[in-house]
């Protein structure tokens, strides 16, 4: 006969057997992560500092395009709104032409009206002075003849106004474009730079030590020129502008600066050059094209030292291997080692 009882229910026993086990399981687990002391302990500060400066390096080179493309729309700008000045003064002085000769077309309109409101047949017939009513008539067809002339030449002067104006709101269309990309560019820099500092506000005293000493590691700096290798510039407006570069190391990096008291890289050279009587263009590309390209290893004293394969940082080289620049934000004009970073070019101007 088969049974049809229940199977027995877990009773106290069971139950408590069953919570033992689970408190040992999370007990083991607890222990487990305590044993496992290497993912607390901080990071390496010099690993941190390498990862640090990896992504600030990046960032100032951003910042460092964006300046320049800034420096050229800044310069693009400048020009574009003396252009824009000229062309309103042209367009003033041909408006002005334009009135008067209008008031002289008038007044010569109005004479000819006064003068001949009556059919010159008529007028001879009823006059009392036949020879002067024709000395009159010759002169009044002299006044035809030169209200004609006005009239072409009004019409030629409008066209040429017309012109004037059409290229001065070109100009206009164009510097209100350039206005536009210098704040784009300036946006930018400002994005980059920023996100450059939360990294850096993120790192611990450690980090931010081993990042300082791996930026500067004791090389030349501020008062610390090359030593003398017996290397001359190749001209003395080279040597004049190395003077100046030299006399500003020590002034702070600011982008969008071109001197006397701070400099982003292409003002510092711009500014050095301009102290020894030459002009050479604003930007770091544009100087890369400023004079004779030669070979890194003929570099002399005062020629310049373009970086990155966009030509988007510029140096001064100083002799011994050495080279003056205004290197990131934070950071003052120094000497630093020229092959600091890929080089791109070296041009003598």
């Not at 206009?172 to 210098?182: D, M």
């Amino acid at each position: 006969m088969a049974s049809h009882r229940r199977p027995p229910s877990p009773g106290p026993r069971r139950a408590a057997l069953r919570a033992t086990v689970l408190s040992a399981t999370a007990a083991s687990a607890v222990a487990g992560l305590a044993a496992v002391p290497a993912t607390a302990e901080p990071r390496d500060p010099a690993a941190g500092a390498a990862a640090a400066r990896r992504t600030v390096d990046r960032l100032h080179a951003e910042a460092e395009r964006a300046t320049e493309a800034y420096n050229a729309a800044g310069e693009r700008r400048a020009r574009l709104r003396r252009e824009a000045d000229r062309v309103r003064e042209r367009v003033a002085r041909e408006q002005e032409r334009v009135n008067r000769m209008r008031d002289g077309l008038g007044a010569l309109a109005g004479a000819q009206y006064r003068a001949g409101g009556i059919e010159p047949g008529v007028a001879l017939l009823l006059t009392t002075d036949p020879d002067g009513y024709l000395a009159k008539a010759a002169a009044l067809e002299r006044i035809g003849d030169r209200r004609a002339a006005g009239l072409r030449a009004l019409r030629t002067a409008l066209r040429s106004l017309r012109q004037q104006r059409a290229e001065a709101t070109g100009t206009l269309a164009e510097l209100a474009e350039s206005q536009a990309a210098v704040a784009r560019h300036k946006a930018t820099v400002q994005r980059r730079l920023a996100a450059a500092r939360q990294v850096l506000g993120r790192l611990s005293t450690a980090e931010r030590a081993a990042l300082d000493r791996s930026w500067d590691p004791g090389g030349p700096g501020p008062g610390h020129p090359p030593g003398a290798v017996g290397t001359s510039a190749a001209s003395a407006r080279g040597a004049a502008a190395l003077l100046a570069a030299r006399q500003a190391v020590g002034a702070p990096y600011a982008w969008g600066q071109a001197g006397p008291t701070a400099f982003d890289c292409s003002g510092l050279t711009q500014w050095a050059y301009g102290r020894a009587g030459v002009a050479i263009p604003r930007t770091s590309q544009a100087q890369r094209l400023a004079g004779r390209t030669v070979p890194l290893s003929q570099a002399r004293p005062g020629d310049l030292v373009v970086y990155r394969s966009d030509a988007s940082h510029v140096a001064m080289y100083a002799g011994g291997g050495q080279v003056i620049h205004a290197p990131y934000p934070g950071a003052r004009v120094r000497y630093d080692p020229v092959g600091m970073m890929p080089i791109a070019s070296v041009t003598r101007p």
